[in-house]
């Protein structure tokens, strides 16, 4: 879990888009983020497996 304190820092106002901090929607984790569904790995892997996230299947070959 992301503390609150770099959570609300990444929230203010900066001077050029290069400070910014993309973070996952739901833990806040700055890691590992995935742009196309707004998450962390983690998080995409829990909500793929319980079926939330339509068009994601598990591979299989």
């Known amino acids: 879990m992301a503390r609150l304190a770099m959570v609300v820092k ?3 106002k ?3 888009k290069i400070q910014y901090r ?3 929607s ?3 984790r700055s890691r590992a983020h ?3 569904f707004g998450l962390c790995r983690i998080c995409l892997r ?3 497996h319980d079926g939330k996230l339509p ?4 591979s299989s070959w």
Do not use: D, F, P
């Not at 068009?55 to 598990?58: N, P, Y």
């Open 10 to 12: 990444n929230e203010r």
């Open 14 to 16: 900066k001077g050029s």
């Open 22 to 24: 993309r973070r996952c």
């Open 26 to 28: 739901i833990c806040g």
């Open 34 to 36: 995935l742009r196309k």
């Open 46 to 48: 829990n909500l793929a």
């Open 55 to 58: 068009g994601v299947t598990k």
